[in-house]
């Protein structure tokens, strides 16, 4: 009997959704609906899921949806026949009990099987499950895609009947379940399934759409609705609006996917609209000016072929008027005193040096364990010198220290007190007013980079010092008082501080010894801090390996060269290539697969032995060959190892296959001559050394 599939469409119409979770919510009502249907039978691997996510709807449409599911062939295990079934083969009592339990009675007992399950005979019995209907499919999909809606806050509201309260991330007003040109009977929050949902509060042509069919949904409500129901298509579309309106000027949008997804969501029909402010709020730094637009207005701000900001800037209006003046000069009148509060806290703040503001940070508390943003930037000063007397010199020395005493003296200031986000950034506009090097002022801003993933790093050795000193402290400061982050909660950002690190000394290849550096920050704060330096190295390893791996290397690759402990980690970009270089040698597998057995054989030595070798005692030829061999590689594998050509020195270990092979065919390691197998272990002692300065080669072993 063949099934009749029809395509399925589910609306839930709401109050306007938070516009920064909509994309998630729409994402998850779909999915969690349609694999919730395919579970149930109802839904084939085949069937197509589109979402539709919109400020006051979620919807799903799911194509190839059966009216019924298909019926099961279920086995039941019952139990023991030993506890079923009595001496005279009858049902017992517990038998009888546990088929009623599942819908059946003593007609089957003829048909019970007995099988071998572990060691005891046990009862199974055959029977079928009828499919599930499409309106209890449904509903059940329905409940648990609401469940589970990725909503931190829900609100609780009254129904119409004054006494029922649900709970729903906003309230709903309207519910659609249409499959084919059917209505499913279903319940969600209060409400009854149909078929009529609603458009554009403004500008639908039709107050009340009365859907046809699942498969005319998006078409309806954007001819019917003036609304574009897919996220999607309405992202696209508000992009292809901006560019258009962007390139009439000869200029382009700033580019920001989550200011695109938030405007994308606060609008079902957008209208894309040119705007300006006044030339002379150009003064203010264009980051202050950027972050006013898109954080309090989600506008577009609009930028010149060389990336500088301009005094135009675009608005999505989610109406469209004939004439679009009004709501040009609204938003325009609108952004004019945000930018003056801008401009006249650059003002203000310009009338103090900056360093006049440094005292005050010793009122402001840091952490109520770890004192004031005063000690701190000691703190950070202390490590800022030690690094850059590293990198440099005296005089480097003394820039970093000038940048760390400034570096926080921007929190004091009225700008970032009204947009935290540009701590750092004003301060290096204020260092430069106040007529500092850009040296020190681009170190001021660049100290807090790389604030993300993929964002750029200091600009110059001086800005580098801090930037490490920064989160060195932190990273030291904040473990050693037991924040440490667990699970995904990481309120203090120590993931984002360790890679920080890492990028620094990898990228700006960095000649700094990774454990000296923890050491060193470990050093300005109290000694009971001293018990969390080893938390802090391992969390930068942990760290170190996901970041090696994102680069591409794999897990076999990256655990090999960490393994290794080379002090400075700039090493490993390098150190990974030969690595992986070497593995596609033909000798490799042999190669790492001897180099394990010979870790293994002087872990578990019990008699002591030194990394050389007598040659008076080689009295196998297999073991005289090995020790010929390495005297004949070492040297040119050591040398390609300290000039630094990893892939040469790791190649060089080529040769020494065959003669490891025949000593391991032929010789026996723990002779019964004490003198003999204290040699032939510092034989293979020298070997493991030799191979193991690039990078440990048993980690390759899969």
Not at 148 to 177: C, E, N
Not at 400 to 420: H, I, R, S, Y
Not at 443 to 465: C, M, Q, S, W
Request: aromatic share 6%; proline share 5%.
């Amino acid at each position: 009997m063949s099934v009749v599939k029809k395509n399925l469409l589910v609306e839930l119409f709401v109050e306007e959704l938070p516009p920064k979770a909509l994309k998630k919510l729409g994402e998850s009502f779909a999915s969690v609906l349609a694999d919730g249907l395919e579970v149930q039978g109802l839904a084939g691997t085949d069937s197509v899921v589109s979402a539709f996510a919109s400020p006051r709807r979620l919807a799903v449409h799911v194509s190839d949806i059966a009216a019924r599911a298909a019926d099961k062939a279920v086995s039941h295990k019952l139990m023991p026949a030993s506890v079923g079934l009595g001496a005279d083969g009858r049902a017992t009592p517990a038998l009888l009990k546990k088929l009623a339990a599942l819908g059946l009675d003593a007609t089957v007992l003829p048909t019970l099987k007995r099988q071998i399950d572990g060691k005891a005979e046990t009862l199974f019995v055959d029977s079928t499950v009828e499919g599930a209907t499409l309106a209890q499919g449904l509903q059940k999909a329905v409940d648990d895609a609401i469940a589970k809606l990725p909503i931190q806050k829900v609100m609780q509201y009254q129904l119409d009947d004054g006494w029922t309260s649900v709970k729903f991330v906003r309230p709903a007003h309207g519910l659609v379940a249409l499959h084919g040109g059917d209505v499913v009977p279903i319940d969600v929050l209060g409400l009854r399934a149909g078929r009529t949902t609603q458009g554009h509060r403004f500008e639908a042509a039709k107050p009340v759409i009365d859907l046809r069919d699942a498969d005319s949904y998006a078409d309806q409500l954007r001819d019917d609705g003036a609304v574009i129901a897919s996220f999607d298509e309405r992202r696209a579309e508000i992009v292809r609006q901006l560019q258009a309106a962007a390139a009439k000027q000869g200029l382009k949008p700033i580019d920001d996917d989550a200011l695109l997804d938030e405007v994308t969501a606060l609008v079902e029909r957008p209208n894309v609209l040119l705007c300006r402010f006044e030339r002379e709020f150009l003064e203010v730094p264009p980051e202050c000016l950027i972050l006013t637009m898109k954080a309090n207005q989600k506008y577009f701000p609009l930028l010149d072929a060389a990336g500088k900001l301009t005094h135009q800037f675009l608005i999505v209006s989610n109406i469209r008027p004939a004439d679009a003046s009004r709501v040009i000069e609204g938003n325009e009148r609108v952004v004019r005193p945000r930018l003056a509060d801008a401009k006249f806290f650059f003002d203000q703040d310009r009338k103090r040096p900056l360093a006049s503001r440094v005292a005050g940070l010793a009122k402001v508390v840091y952490h109520n364990k770890l004192g004031t943003q005063g000690e701190r930037v000691e703190r950070v000063r202390s490590l800022a010198r030690t690094i850059a007397q590293q990198l440099g010199d005296d005089a480097l020395a003394q820039r970093a220290d000038q940048a760390a005493m400034l570096a926080k003296a921007d929190l004091l200031t009225d700008m970032v007190g009204e947009f935290p986000e540009l701590q750092g950034v004003m301060g290096g506009y204020y260092a430069k007013h106040d007529g500092l090097a850009d040296d020190i002022a681009f170190a001021i801003e660049d100290h807090y980079k790389p604030r993300f993933a993929g964002d750029e790093l200091p600009r110059n050795t001086t800005g580098v010092a801090v930037a490490l000193a920064d989160k060195l402290e932190t990273l030291a400061g904040l473990f050693g008082i037991g924040q440490v982050p667990t699970g995904d909660k990481d309120p203090f950002a120590l993931r984002r501080h360790a890679l920080g690190v890492i990028r620094l000394l990898i990228e700006r290849e960095l000649p700094l010894d990774a454990q000296q550096l923890i050491a060193d920050a470990f050093k300005a704060f109290p000694s009971t801090h001293g018990q969390a330096q080893a938390e802090v190295a391992f969390f930068l390893r942990e760290r170190l390996s996901g970041y090696l791996r994102e680069a591409g290397y794999s897990v076999q690759e990256v655990e090999a060269a960490i393994e290794a402990r080379p002090a400075q980690w700039r090493e490993f970009p390098k150190r990974l290539a030969a690595v992986r270089a070497f593995v596609a040698l033909p000798e490799a597998a042999s190669l790492a697969a001897a180099n394990k057995r010979v870790g293994n054989i002087l872990k578990k030595s019990d008699v002591g032995f030194e990394a050389k070798v007598d040659a008076a005692l080689l009295n196998e030829p297999a073991e005289a060959a090995l020790s010929e061999a390495l005297v004949a590689v070492k040297p040119r594998a050591d040398a390609a190892f300290e000039r630094g050509d990893y892939s040469a020195s790791l190649q060089a270990l080529a040769a020494l296959k065959a003669p490891v092979d025949a000593f391991f065919d032929s010789v026996m390691v723990n002779a019964d001559d004490p003198a003999l197998r204290a040699n032939r272990l510092g034989l293979l002692a020298t070997l493991h050394a030799a191979m193991n300065r690039v990078a440990d080669l048993s980690k390759l072993v899969t």
